[in-house]
């Protein structure tokens, strides 16, 4: 008859819901699987993070109690300084980095080689950078780098190291260089991290007009051009 179903329609219907719901079923089961993974990985991310965080902090440690022993000023800069000012103001905002960067005085090389080399560092100058690494492990890459107070780090930077000024402490008695000194090697050497490092800095308002009244004219106009970034 013109317009009447098929013979076995019903059973026909019944079989393709059956597929469809496998096929739903299994659409469910490769998502659920997918979020596992993704979460799984997640974790597996924040616990590589925290170990990285935490062995440039136990290099920190060791180096700053190597150099107090020995009566060596210093202050921590670069990234791990700019993590540690962060974290105090909002540790969710805090930026990890790759390395560690150390302003001292040029003077006192000698006297840090020689107070380094019983907790575990040996000093290495290559590519015209001065830098302390693990003696098991001499890698340039996790190296402890030295910069030199009063010197420029680079003949082309505009402006040298700054000299030690009051530092802030932290709770460990680390000695960090002040926020106001961070800013302007950070503004001096303008590379893709330094800027970042300017913005996280500025995002929780540790740039604060005190601090920008102590920059060269040069320099705040490279503030203003970071903060046209945002």
Known sequence: ????????????????????????????????????????????TIAAYDRHVEQLLDTVRRLVQALA??????????????????????PGAARSTRDVDIAVDRARLQAIVDAVRPFGFAYRHAAGVDMLVDAREPRARSAAHLVFVREKVRPEYLEPVPDFSPPARTAEGILLAPVADLVRMKLTSYRLKDRVHIQDLDAVGLITS?????????????????????
């Not at 102590?214 to 970034?229: F, G, I, K, N, Y």
């Open 1 to 44: 008859m013109v317009g009447s179903f098929p013979e076995g329609w019903r059973d026909c219907i019944a079989e393709r819901s059956i597929r469809s719901g496998c096929r739903w079923r299994r659409r469910a089961t490769e998502q659920r699987l997918r979020y596992e993974i993704i979460a799984a990985n997640a974790v597996l």
């Open 69 to 90: 022993q020995a009566g060596v000023d210093y202050r921590i800069v670069g990234g791990v300084a700019v993590f540690l000012h962060v974290h105090e103001r909002d």
């Open 210 to 230: 005190e601090v920008e009244a102590q920059l060269s004219e040069p320099l705040l106009t490279r503030l203003r051009e970071v903060r046209a970034m945002d």
